[in-house]
Every structure is written in C-alpha cells, then in structure tokens.
C-alpha cells in the first residue's frame, strides 16, 4: 500500500515532512524531521506563498472555488505545518487577527453580484465556506486554545442543524443565500467545518460532528438522487485533485478520516476504496485534474505522478489501517 521510502526521497520537502511527522510518528524536534522542516522552510516554493500573502487577504472574494484566494494558500501553508514562529508568518497572520471582528469570525472582503442575489458593493464580511478555513489555518498555525480562534469556531459550530450546517452568511451580506433549499444543509460548508471541528479534541466526538459526517456519507449513499445545493458526487468529483480547495473524494475522505467514529463505515471504505483503485501500474498517483493557480507545483499538474497527492493518500489509509 503505502511507500514510505518513495516519499522520503520526494524532491517536496512539504512532502518528506509530513510523511516523517503523519506516517511515521516522527516528533518535530527529531534531527531529520527538522532537516527536512528547514528545507520546506526555504524552499523558493513555499517562500513565494509566505512573499505573496503579507498582503492578506488579497484579491476581493468573488468565487469560494477560486483556488488562488490567500485564504485558500493560508490553509496549505498550515496544512503542510508552517506555524507562527517561521519567517514572515507572523505578518501574515497579524493581518488575519485585523480582520476578525467582536464575534471573533474573520471577515474577507467580499462580492457578491446583484445577479446572485447580492448587493454588488464590496463589503468586509464572511460566509460559512471561507470562515472555517480561515479559522483552521489559525487554529493549526498559532493554536486551537487560542481565544479569538475558539470563540470564532464555536461561534460558527453553534450554527449546525440536524443535518449538517446549512448556507450562512454574516450580517453584511443581508440576506443571501445560494441556490438550495433553505432546509437542506451545504455539502461545501459542512466538510470545512467538520474539518474546523478536528482542530479540538474535545469536539471531534460531538453530535455536531456525527451529524455532518452522517450528512455527507448519506450524500455519497445517494450521490445520484441528492444534489444540495448543486453539489454533485458525480465524475468530477471523483477526480484527485491538491490542494484541499473545494468539494472531491480526496479533500472529504482526509476530512472524514480524521474522525475515529467514521472509519469503520462502509461509505467512508467505499470512497477510500475508490481512491486507492487510482494507484498506477507504477504504484504512483497522478492529478486527476489541476487547480491553474497552483502551477510549479507537483501536484499542479496532470502529466505526471505527484508525491503530495501519494501522501495524502497514504495518510488517509494510515488512518484507516486495518479497515481497507
């Protein structure tokens, strides 16, 4: 299943850490995990990321898919395991702390069409598909106990139904909603939260967490019937695809995995089973389709095999271990 020595020789150092920390159980101040820490540290890849996002938040947030929005970079950076004591973070993440307001959410300025049911104006304000990621990548960089952070996410956990969480938007953006019924929960919004909740440890067993993992488990169950707010299971869905922006198998199942309860569910082992059946002749893992704002990187492309998208794969079934 999984080749730990081909990560270990990956040219990713992102990719060589995290394989050292998240499948090998390595500790951080190990020689070699440090090693390899420093190399991602300074690779010109990942400089470049910390270089553009001291001009956080960036461009106005017109498209939650768009995957060039510095919240979604914020999110890689916290994911492969830069914190706030690495070089130009802290700028980074200061301009973050500007942006959360009293309710301790942080706010993006934001756009949303008079088309779309929105006002047209720029206005500084959050929805429930960019909040939680924001709020993770603080919680994975500076702490989850951290204040502000805490009080944004229980804020935003308080929202959850007994399906999931529906389509919210903060007071700024009125009374917007995007095209669903009111009733049904966001498929989107669900999975950034349920990954917001697996920063507490004292969360990840909640009733809030079951009840949007049931959610997005039934929606694979029935991925032909039910389309939530246009959210589909369907072939692109099904593609793998780095890094963790938007709806597919491989961003949920790293999500869903994380919780212990669900990994012994036949849906999750069906969606985990799926993925590992992309395995190539040569044990590698190709993207199966490409974010264009993420070319240069291994996995910002389709014509060859991407270490970071291996590992995430052997992440996922070294959670599973045993069940697959």
């Not at 553009?52 to 999110?75: D, I, T």
Request: proline share 6%.
């Amino acid at each position: 299943m999984c080749d730990v020595e081909h990560l270990l020789k990956s040219n990713e150092p992102w990719t060589v850490y995290r394989t050292m920390i998240d499948i090998l159980g390595m500790d951080r101040d190990d020689p070699d995990a440090k090693e390899a820490r420093m190399r991602m540290i300074e690779d010109p890849l990942v400089r470049g990321l910390v270089s553009e996002l001291k001009a956080f938040p960036g461009e106005v947030l017109s498209s939650h898919k768009s995957a060039g929005q510095a919240y979604h970079r914020l999110s890689f950076l916290a994911e492969i395991g830069m914190d706030k004591d690495d070089p130009g973070i802290k700028e980074i993440i200061d301009r973050v702390y500007e942006l959360i307001k009293d309710d301790g959410i942080p706010r993006l300025p934001s756009l949303i069409p008079e088309r779309y049911g929105g006002s047209g104006e720029v206005k500084d304000a959050w929805a429930l598909c960019d909040a939680p990621t924001t709020l993770y990548s603080l919680a994975r960089i500076v702490s989850a106990e951290d204040d502000p952070v805490r009080s944004g996410s229980m804020k935003l956990l308080a929202l959850a139904k007994d399906n999931g969480w529906p389509c919210v938007v903060s007071p700024e953006l009125g009374g917007f909603r995007g095209p669903g019924k009111k009733g049904d929960p966001c498929p989107y919004a669900t999975i950034i939260m349920l990954k917001l909740i697996s920063a507490f440890d004292d969360y990840r067993d909640s009733i809030e967490a079951k009840n949007g993992v049931e959610c997005i488990l039934d929606l694979w169950e029935n991925s032909r019937v039910k389309h939530p707010y246009i959210f589909y299971m369907g072939d692109d869905f099904r593609k793998l695809k780095a890094p963790f922006v938007w709806y597919d198998i491989l961003n949920v199942c790293d999500i869903l995995s994380r919780f212990e309860f669900a990994r012994k569910d036949p849906r999750l082992l069906d969606m985990v089973g799926l993925i590992g059946s992309k395995r190539g002749e040569d044990g590698r893992f190709r993207p199966e389709s490409e974010w264009k704002a993420w070319k240069g990187w291994d996995f910002g492309q389709k014509k060859g095999p991407s270490s970071w998208i291996e590992f995430l794969v052997c992440r996922i079934e070294k959670r599973m271990e045993g069940l697959i």
